[in-house]
């Protein structure tokens, strides 16, 4: 089916010239004649020079996902010496004003390397010039050998632990039980079970009966553990985790809990009620079917960095039940995985309007995306900028200017500027952040959640690693500040290092160099999956 024809931009007319001297290529195929004469007429605008051959152009512009159809019109070789880039590209670097990094834009998958390389463009997102070194990733990354490292050491902090390991199918199978007890308020044994299964994801061999000797030196597996790796190995299953899965309680506190402000007590809370399923769910908080068209926004902080009131269908309500009706109603848009490509769309789009509210800052996308998962829940951005005087309240204006624009529709929770607290007396990080709904520009209608966290450049690597590993890892980072850095005594958050002593503050100017300062051997973002 043809595409519909994008809407044309609303935005003033963008200075002339953003493609000026670049030679562009529209290919027909897939899109029908009002698509090829809007993105035609957007060509003019920016002063691209139109070629009739696709080996002419600097940029490729299609809407062939395939390469099977693609070589129908060029040959593989000459497509891996290109920048090949949907037509979303070409209309948001018109209403942009300015041309945007292609990479995100990649028509196909297999083309993204060779679209980053060969974009006439620099990326918005590194005004690079302008940023010290210290604010930008090392390249090449440091070295890095997974064998290094043993997994007997009892910390994940120290371990290798990879997106998927050997034995991925037993992890999950644990998982269920670390679930099930975290949903019953069970915490510490839902812990033990979380760093069973960070071993096991370290663990660089497959669990089998071969092994099992082995397996049993391994830290944080306790005989229970173990008994149940036995009868897994035995029988392919495990009965308890069996029982688990056709319990009618477990999953519907497993459902209940699936939406953003509702936790394993509120979820139990409203089981003794008689929730059971989000249906029943809609009609306890009163949601609509109308979905999002029903909800009234929920306004950022006020200038004081108060938390602003909710307020849902004219009625003034509890902070808390306002968010998990915003989530309730877009439930079924926040179930939707976004692809890389996605994360990375989105990113590009946020960045180019933060340059024009705050023009130099650094950024980088955190979270499940940076340690390689193929597709995220949401998405994770830490912001910062050279001069620390800037940062403060930048948040709040990025997201009014996103607001503006119709790109961010809630505010499901934010948290002004604060100062650090390096005696950690409470257990939230001092950063800036906002956590958003997205509503991405069409052709997507898929509402997205999307955190936007701003950091002070002296903790800005800090930050990064805060917010890149999963729940385990960054659990056991702050274990080892706390305990096991004997000679220093840290003590370690997003939003800082500090010693014990004296509360002096540290600021590492690069990822690596938090690890240093915590005595710690480096390992990338790819390995510090050690949540199921």
């Known amino acids: 089916m043809s595409p519909k024809r994008p809407a044309p931009p609303s935005h003033p007319s963008p200075s002339p010239g953003i493609l000026s001297g670049r030679t562009l290529h529209i290919l027909d195929a897939k899109l029908d004649a009002p698509t090829i004469a809007h993105l035609h007429t957007l060509a003019s605008k920016a002063r691209a020079r139109l070629v009739p051959s696709p080996a002419d152009a600097d940029v490729l512009v299609t809407a062939i996902s395939m390469r099977r159809r693609l070589e129908r019109h060029l040959d593989w070789s000459s497509a891996m010496r290109k920048a090949v880039v949907r037509p979303d590209w070409l209309e948001q670097s018109v209403e942009r004003a300015t041309a945007l990094p292609c990479a995100p834009f990649a028509a196909l998958r297999s083309l993204r390397d060779a679209t980053a390389a060969h974009c006439p463009f620099a990326p918005s997102h590194l005004p690079a010039p302008d940023l010290p070194p210290y604010l930008r990733p090392p390249s090449p990354p440091p070295a890095f050998t997974a064998s290094a490292l043993t997994p007997f050491e009892k910390l994940s902090c120290k371990r290798a632990c990879p997106l998927v390991c050997p034995t991925q199918d037993l992890v999950e199978y644990l998982d269920v039980i670390r679930r099930s007890r975290e949903l019953e308020g069970q915490d510490k044994s839902a812990l033990s079970y979380a760093r069973a299964i960070g071993v096991i994801k370290s663990y660089p061999k497959r669990v089998s009966k071969e092994t099992r000797k082995e397996v049993e030196k391994l830290p944080q597996l306790g005989k229970k553990l173990l008994a149940i790796i036995d009868e897994w190995l035995e029988t392919g299953k ?160 990025l997201v009014k200017a996103l607001h503006a624009k119709h790109l961010v529709t809630h505010i499901l929770h934010s948290v002004g500027p604060r100062t650090h607290d390096p005696l950690r007396t409470t257990p939230f990080d001092a950063l800036e952040k906002a956590l958003t709904v997205f509503a991405p520009p069409a052709p997507s209608s898929v509402r997205r959640r999307v955190d936007l966290i701003f950091a002070l450049p002296d903790v800005y690597w800090t930050a990064v690693v805060g917010w890149t590993g999963g729940t385990l890892f960054e659990r056991d980072l702050r274990a080892h500040a706390k305990l096991k850095c004997v000679a220093l005594r840290m003590k370690f958050d997003s939003s800082g290092i500090s010693r014990r002593g004296d509360s002096t503050p540290i600021y590492p100017r690069s990822e690596k160099e938090v690890f240093d300062v915590l005595d710690l051997p480096w390992i990338p973002p790819e390995w510090r999956n050690a949540d199921a």
């Open 238 to 397: 495990v009965a308890e985790i069996e029982t688990i899965r056709t319990s009618e309680r477990f999953h519907s506190l497993a459902a209940l809990a699936s939406i953003y402000g509702i936790g394993p007590a509120t979820a139990r809370r409203l089981y003794g009620l008689g929730v059971r399923t989000l249906e029943e769910l809609e009609v306890y908080y009163d949601v609509q079917d109308g979905g999002p068209e029903d909800l009234v926004r929920i306004q950022d902080d006020d200038d004081d960095g108060k938390k602003g009131k909710a307020a849902w269908k004219g009625n003034e309500a509890d902070e808390e039940d306002a968010w998990i009706k915003v989530a309730l109603a877009l439930r079924r848009d926040f179930a939707h995985k976004l692809s890389r490509e996605d994360v990375e769309r989105i990113y590009a789009r946020i960045v180019a309007e933060l340059a024009d509210v705050q023009p130099g800052c650094a950024s980088m996308i955190v979270g499940g995306y940076r340690r390689g998962k193929p597709e995220s829940g949401d998405i994770d951005i830490v912001f910062t900028h050279p001069d620390a005087r800037k940062v403060p309240g930048l948040a709040k204006k």
